[in-house]
């Protein structure tokens, strides 16, 4: 029985079908034609950016965890102002000997050495040297001179960088010295994650080589989506040195953007090259090209268009280090996407049937419908209702334990056991007591200084409370320390913090490094439901337009949703609970890292997004041409189920390689995104996805006459 208001039976909108190449068709047409000036403006953009990109690990920044406009950052834009730099920014160099005291000859030339090489630099403050009662243990062998910050949280980070090789080498003769605070906390946990990165790189490209030869069969057109990936790579590398003359850009963002251009280029290049070499079979090199671009280029397109939108969505949060980590990844898919589109085509127009050349012997025989994932959608049909339920009763048991999670940003225990920085923070604990290295900062107008530090005494949870010091400069405000009873990662400072600020005087403003986490943490649970319903639905409306067809969209959005859910809990059955802990070397913080579920949502969620557009944009280009949802479904999965097991393998590859790193933020992503992939991959797009073709029928591809005249015109088939 027809639908109302839909399509032909042939699935064909006579309106709409054109037999002619497409607006993408023709543009990449006259690209293949013109290949030579595609390929002189990418060598020169290359050249151009590639002149910068080499310093993008140096130059981009290394600070902006907080909330912008929140208390502890109006308390740390204080403290520099009016405290000589005396903010939750200043470094802190523990100076520590377990037999000399603090007066000793020693120690006191090696505290003058310190001070030396702060009053060198102009990015470091006032000095402010160790002070018995406050800054000197009790059994006087510890002292923490304080360095203030006379400069931006993050070139204070560079200049930790720049500084603490010189001030770990004053080191000698049973005196040992260790920067470390915020600042220096950023520097060394920055290098850790670099290290661990550029490592998982290294490991995971001669990997991801030998799946991309198994995957083609030929050496020629594996290496092109390494290709595109080096290009992608170079020019979002440069791209970030030059933004970042503009605004601060995080040394994070190069990281994620490193690890999504490798995943998502060799994804679209994957995509794009096979079905080329399939159309290479009954047409020339350029008109191969040509219905390649129509098909699988208008599925790339809006495949990387989704995982913008997704991206997008992140950049509501108000905190400039995860604003910038997407803008990075952004810029990275908007390269290689650019490279798809242009930079492929051209190449593949070049190369022609020598895309094939170096073939194995089985590549001969490989076709682009393959029998064995036309076998498997047949199997799909005759029995959906088994598979539906144990792919969906597998990723509702795996989501389950998401509903115990629990977040917090990083504590110590991130850092390295050997970093200067962790070292100094264990001794400042054993010396001064467990919350000595996030003392809680409180400014507040000279008048109120008396009062604020009674209440403050009288909080459960502060150990003691500094006298008030007056401004550096004049002005009228005083500064008081309160220093926890607990370690600044202790889920109590939450309460201290609330109750500091609730019974405090209204003129107080309570600040310092823990503060700063817990406000940056209360911000992201705040944003969160804003962000996944925009990316919801956003990415709803984009399968909208790519798919035409409501019901499906719908469903290809619900489907990701769970895939992304069962992923989070995953990672809090492994990084919260301990799973498997021993086996993948770290030690769970009893929460997972604070800016995980909003900034992994939108890069599952976009991921998820970008397999769903492969099948059904092929599944729809198979119903455009027969208007049978059988066929849409079998050869939808037959011409697209090679790639997506091929891409979900270098995927989880790449993503893999980073849970083989010792810092644990880095560990983190790989294993949630690896596992998040694994999940979307084999049980919603090869079983789940196509068994909703299968009960939906001629009902997933239905689409009432008046949202067809009011969506633009997109067709599959060629």
Request: glycine share 8%.
């Amino acid at each position: 029985m027809a639908l109302p208001d839909t399509v032909p039976a042939t699935g064909r909108d006579p309106d709409r079908h054109v037999s002619a190449p497409g607006i993408l068709g023709r543009l990449v047409g006259a690209m293949v034609t013109r290949r030579r000036w595609v390929f002189g403006v990418w060598l020169i953009a290359l050249v151009a950016l590639g002149s910068a990109a080499p310093s993008v690990f140096t130059s981009l920044a290394g600070a902006g965890w907080q909330a912008n406009g929140s208390e502890s950052v109006q308390v740390r834009e204080l403290a520099q102002q009016h405290f000589g730099g005396n903010s939750s920014a200043a470094v802190q160099v523990v100076v520590h000997s377990d037999t000399a005291s603090i007066d000793d000859p020693a120690m006191q030339q090696t505290l003058t050495e310190v001070a030396a090489v702060f009053d060198a630099d102009a990015r470091f403050g006032d000095i402010v040297e160790p002070a018995p009662g406050m800054t000197i243990s009790p059994d006087g062998h510890t002292g923490i001179l304080i360095a203030g910050a006379n400069a931006s949280t993050d070139d204070m980070v560079k200049a930790v960088d720049d500084v603490k090789a010189e001030l770990t080498a004053l080191s000698s003769d049973g005196i040992e010295v260790y920067p470390t605070g915020s600042s220096a906390l950023w520097s060394d946990f920055n290098k850790a994650n670099h290290d661990a990165m550029i490592q998982a790189e290294l490991f995971s490209w001669p990997l991801t080589l030998a799946i991309m030869v198994l995957a083609f069969g030929s050496l020629v057109a594996a290496g092109l989506p390494l290709l595109l990936t080096v290009a992608g790579l170079v020019a979002s590398a440069g791209g970030l040195v030059l933004l970042n003359q503009v605004t601060p850009i995080s040394v994070w963002a190069m990281n994620f953007a490193m690890m999504f251009a490798l995943a998502l280029g060799i994804d679209y290049a994957l995509f794009i090259v096979s079905r080329f070499r399939d159309a290479l079979r009954n047409a020339d090199p350029r008109s191969a090209v040509t219905e390649t671009m129509d098909t699988a280029g208008k599925a790339v397109l809006l495949s990387g268009l989704t995982v913008l939108v997704s991206l997008s969505a992140v950049l509501l949060v108000p905190a400039p280090a995860v604003r910038t980590m997407a803008v990075g990844i952004m810029l990275a898919v908007t390269f290689v996407l650019i490279a798809t589109m242009t930079l492929l085509p051209a190449t593949l127009g070049a190369l022609g049937t020598k895309v094939n050349a170096a073939s194995l012997p089985y590549a001969k025989r490989q076709q682009h419908r393959s029998p064995k994932f036309a076998a498997w959608g047949e199997l799909l049909h005759k029995h959906p209702w088994p598979f539906a339920v144990i792919s969906v009763g597998v990723l509702i048991a795996l989501a389950l334990p998401v509903l115990g999670l629990k977040v917090a940003m990083p504590s110590i225990a991130v850092v390295p056991e050997d970093a200067p920085v962790r070292q100094g923070y264990e001794l400042v604990q054993a010396q001064f007591g467990d919350g000595a290295p996030g003392a809680l900062q409180i400014i507040v107008p000279s008048s109120d200084a008396a009062a604020t530090a009674t209440a403050a005494s009288n909080i459960d949870g502060v150990s003691m409370v500094t006298p008030p010091q007056p401004a550096a400069d004049g002005s009228n405000y005083a500064l008081l320390q309160a220093l926890p009873a607990v370690d600044p990662s202790d889920e109590t400072m939450d309460t201290i913090l609330g109750d500091l600020r609730a019974q405090l005087p209204e003129s107080a403003l309570v600040g310092g490094a823990p503060a700063e986490n817990l406000d940056l943490q209360q911000a992201l649970n705040d944003y969160l439901p804003l962000v996944i319903g925009i990316i919801l639905v956003l990415g709803f409306l984009l399968l909208l337009v790519a798919l035409q067809a409501p019901l499906i969209a719908i469903l290809g959005t619900a489907v990701s949703l769970l895939s992304t859910a069962a992923a989070f809990g995953v990672a809090k059955l492994i990084f919260q609970d301990g799973h498997g802990a021993s086996l993948l070397g770290f030690t769970p913080q009893g929460f997972l890292d604070g800016w995980g579920p909003v900034f992994f949502f939108a890069m599952i969620f976009a991921i998820a997004m970008d397999y769903t557009v492969f099948l059904l944009a092929t599944a729809k280009e198979h119903y455009e041409k027969t208007g049978d949802p059988k066929t849409a479904q079998v050869d939808g999965l037959a011409h697209s189920g090679r790639v997506i097991f091929a891409a979900a393998a270098v995927m989880v590859a790449v993503f893999f390689t980073f849970a083989l790193s010792d810092p644990l933020p880095p560990k983190e992503m790989g294993i949630i995104l690896g596992v998040a992939v694994l999940l979307d991959a084999f049980l919603i797009r090869l079983i789940l996805l196509p068994v909703l073709l299968r009960l939906t029928g001629h009902a997933a591809w239905w689409s009432p006459a008046w949202l067809r005249k009011v969506l633009p015109s997109i067709s599959f088939s060629h």
